[in-house]
């Protein structure tokens, strides 16, 4: 079966950087998403992987091994409007998006 | 402004009964979809389209259909609503099968 997993919730403090990992198993691969989701809202596209290395976008950067099913959002500089669900998303062979459940995370001043 | 809309934003429905949710963009993007998000569990694709005049089964269609007659409108249908149907539903759109998917912004249905 396609599984792709990441912690429930995670808690860190105002300023400080955070690393939210997901892990990855899929029929086929062709590309990794991440997304946003403040409560009550929809998701919203961050960032995206097809290739191995880190993509770094401002405060948030992604990084994915491919040969390991792994890759990490990194937020640094944590503010207290990133308290979110964060979302990783694979796209498997046939081009449809698996999610996982999401990773809440807690910003604490 | 472009984007993807979604309606009703909520509902609360009678087991039983038919509903239909309503979901629009204006970005022209090829493919479509509609996913269910409960508590604890990933976004689930129920329907999609990847072109206007096409659909296809997502991970859990059973219960839904859905029609897409022309490039901006995707809408899903509740044939007799069951009260393991109550969720929040989203509908996105994306330029193509290999880009980022863009959002509504839900629809939260109650099924009693």
């Known amino acids: 079966g396609q599984n792709i997993d990441q912690p429930t919730e995670m808690t860190a403090t105002e300023g400080a950087i955070v690393q939210i990992n997901c892990t990855y198993q899929?029929?086929?691969?062709?590309?990794l998403f991440w997304y946003q989701q403040h409560a009550g809202e929809a998701p919203t596209f961050l960032s995206y992987?097809?290739l191995d290395g880190l993509e770094e976008k401002g405060r948030f950067s992604s990084f994915l091994s491919r040969s390991k099913g792994y890759s990490y959002l990194l937020l640094k500089e944590l503010q207290m409007k990133d308290s979110a669900s964060y979302l990783c998303?694979?796209?498997?062979?046939?081009?449809?998006?698996?999610w996982g459940a999401g990773t809440k995370l807690i910003i604490k001043p | 402004i472009a984007g993807i809309t979604q309606a009703p934003t909520s509902q609360i429905l009678a087991a039983g009964r038919r509903m239909t949710l309503r979901c629009t963009q204006d970005?022209?993007?090829?493919?479509m979809y509609w996913y269910r998000q409960d508590l604890g569990l990933g976004l689930r694709l129920i329907h999609y389209?990847?072109?206007?005049?096409?659909?296809g089964k997502g991970e859990v269609p059973d219960g839904y259909s859905v029609s897409r007659a022309n490039t901006d409108d995707f809408p899903l249908t509740l044939a007799s609503a069951v009260p393991s149907q109550t969720s929040v539903y989203f509908c996105?759109?994306?330029?193509?099968?290999?880009?980022?998917?863009?959002f509504g912004q839900g629809t939260r249905l109650t099924v009693v």
């Open positions: 996105a759109s994306s330029e193509g099968a290999n880009t980022e998917a863009f």
């Open positions: 970005m022209r993007h090829n493919a």
């Open positions: 389209s990847n072109t206007a005049g096409t659909t």
């Open positions: 899929t029929s086929g691969f062709n590309g």
């Open positions: 998303a694979v796209r498997d062979s046939n081009y449809q998006l698996i």
């Open positions: 992987n097809v």
